[in-house]
């Protein structure tokens, strides 16, 4: 047995790591609102309106940074299987490499076009705006298809853990697929829920990962 203090660090920082991520996800999500897609100029508008727009996506995309390191972690605490942790890293390393394109779009290419109606032509800036929504519209769903399939991978590599933590990969696998799914669907209104129950879930694991004692999870054997 290792008896090194660094697996139980390594399992706190996790917790705190996907804490934190849960936060920079979920309140710039809230202060993101719905901005009306459909139309080029009122998304624009929406945007203008919005001081903070830019800092908001960054801070979401940050988020999900802080998530993929979080299990870089676990699978060095030796928390999640060996191969299957290796697994739901490199998945998870994909999924935040997607999200930060989609929502680096919304963050810089949204608010550089709401900035250029003030010096450019509004046809011209218009028909980029259009643009970056049907770029947005392909990758909304690529990076959240890779977003519900990390969890569920994860939610797998938990398998080798203690009892209640299979458990919890278990709900981790259901909410994964569900999110997943509701990609594939291209239908948000299966999205959200799933979502929601993602964040519910990572707020159990992260709380599960800091013990008050000096006692670390363990896997089985």
Known sequence: MNTSKHPLMYQRTAGILLLIGLV??????????????DDAEATLQYVSQRQWWTVVHFANIAGVVLWAAAVVLLHAAGILAPGRGAIAKVVWSIAGGAFSIYFGIHAVGLAAAAQQLETVEPSTVMERTE????????????????????????????????????????????????????????????????TVLAWLWITILAVTLLPKTSKRVRHSS
């Open 24 to 37: 920079l996800y979920v309140l710039p999500s809230a202060l993101h609102g719905n901005p009306p897609i």
């Open 131 to 194: 643009a970056l929504l049907l770029s947005l519209g392909s990758a909304a769903f690529v990076s959240q298809a890779l977003l519900g399939a990390a969890i569920d991978v994860l939610g797998l590599a938990m398998f080798r853990a203690q009892p209640y933590l299979k458990i919890l990969g278990s709900i981790g696998m259901v909410t994964g697929t569900g999110w997943l799914v509701g990609a594939l669907m291209l239908n948000f209104a299966v999205i959200v829920p799933f």
